[in-house]
């Protein structure tokens, strides 16, 4: 059973940081994307960020381009996203997401994936 589970979300000030964590579990060892997602209410579900466990491939939206790094941890199965220069507008529910074996292309779109985590806030003020 694949399981995703994010923290790491809360509350902060615009312009600070946030780091956040998806465990990953129940995933065969085989290469596939994983990305970050995020959902502001009343609105779509939008792609931020994604790479494949083997790191060959790594993408950005351009909204979070040079603000936000995505990295991996294959020995943990955890994937991280680390969040500088928060803006008001960064402000979402932020969902962590697998696509099946084998799949490696970064897909920008949520259904493209198979696996997703139950979500966590983040909240940045102004």
């Known amino acids: 059973q694949v399981q995703l589970v994010e923290s790491g979300g809360g509350l902060v000030q615009a312009g600070g940081s946030l780091r956040l964590s998806c465990a990953a579990s129940g995933l065969t060892s085989s290469d596939r994307a994983t990305g970050w997602f995020r959902q502001a209410p009343g609105k779509e579900r939008e792609f931020v960020s994604g790479?494949?466990?083997?790191?060959?491939?790594?993408t950005y939206a351009d909204s979070v381009k040079g603000r936000f790094t995505i990295s991996r941890d294959n020995a943990k199965n955890m994937v991280y996203l680390e969040m500088n220069s928060l803006k008001p507008e960064d402000t979402a529910e932020y969902y962590c997401?697998?696509?099946?074996?084998?799949?490696?292309?970064?897909?920008?779109?949520?259904?493209?994936?198979?696996?997703w985590g139950q979500g966590t806030q983040v909240t940045v003020s102004s």
């Open positions: 790479l494949t466990w083997s790191g060959l491939r790594i």
């Open positions: 997401a697998a696509r099946r074996s084998n799949l490696v292309i970064v897909s920008h779109t949520p259904a493209d994936y198979a696996y």
